[in-house]
């Protein structure tokens, strides 16, 4: 068992860019994907990067993910910083056949 | 598009059973190779997997939750089922019904909240 493990929160300014880092307690995070997905208030989640580094549809380039094994992390980046880009963002990978979760980050665009 | 919508009672009552049903409409729940799943989310805490049935009807359970749930699917009607019994005021969520294919969950139902309390 692993956990996936974000910061609780991050902020940053209009046309900044911002990191969210997802660090993976044991294992490496090369060995199963991660996926990103952004989840607005009162809303259901969407998927905004899978397979560490692939835009779903119709989401804009300013969103990209990576993979570190020095770090054994994953993480999004956003560039060009929108007040609309403001939600909460988790990662998620896989366990053997379970799906893992982090516990999210809170993105304040202020 | 495939649309998935929960549907349930919004109050169970501590130590009852809580059941919701997940109906897939636009596409078919029986055809391709799909884990139908159920997530749940208590207020202001993240995402938690609760489990999955496979297309070909094996499922798989997060073990902290393993020995209470129980997930079917109904092909025929085209839905899909979450029991989880002897509730408590723990398993207050937001139920997600939501459907992967390969890594990511591309398709998810709007949210239903469950409230367990007598």
């Known amino acids: 068992n692993f956990v996936l493990t974000q910061p609780h929160s991050v902020s940053e300014s209009p046309g900044k860019t911002v990191t969210i880092s997802c660090t993976r307690s044991?294992?490496?995070?090369?060995?199963?994907?991660v996926q990103w997905y952004q989840q607005r208030p009162g809303s259901s989640p969407t998927t905004v990067i899978y397979?560490?580094?692939?835009?779903a549809s119709g989401v804009p380039d300013r969103f990209s993910g990576s993979f570190d094994s020095s770090s054994n992390s994953a993480s999004l980046t956003i560039s060009g910083l929108k007040t609309d880009d403001e939600a909460d963002y988790y990662c998620?990978?896989?366990?053997?056949?379970?799906?893992?979760f982090g516990g999210g980050t809170k993105l304040t665009v202020l | 598009q495939v649309q998935l919508q929960e549907s349930g009672p919004g109050l169970v009552k501590p130590s009852q059973t809580l059941s919701l049903t997940c109906t897939v409409s636009?596409?078919?729940?029986?055809?391709?190779?799909?884990?139908w799943t159920w997530i749940r989310q208590a207020a202001g805490k993240g995402l938690e997997w609760v489990g999955h049935?496979?297309?070909?009807?094996?499922?798989n359970l997060n073990p902290s939750l393993k020995s209470r749930v129980t997930i079917s699917v109904d092909t025929s009607k085209k839905w899909f089922s979450l029991k989880l019994t002897s509730v408590t005021a723990a398993d207050t969520a937001v139920y997600f019904c939501?459907?992967?294919?390969?890594?990511?969950?591309?398709?998810w139902g709007q949210g239903t909240l469950v409230t367990v309390s007598s």
């Open positions: 939501a459907r992967r294919r390969w890594f990511d969950f591309d398709s």
């Open positions: 044991s294992g490496s995070i090369v060995s199963t994907y």
């Open positions: 397979e560490y580094n692939q835009r």
């Open positions: 636009g596409g078919s729940i029986n055809s391709g190779d799909y884990y």
């Open positions: 998620q990978s896989f366990d053997r056949s379970n799906v893992v």
């Open positions: 049935i496979y297309s070909s009807g094996s499922t």
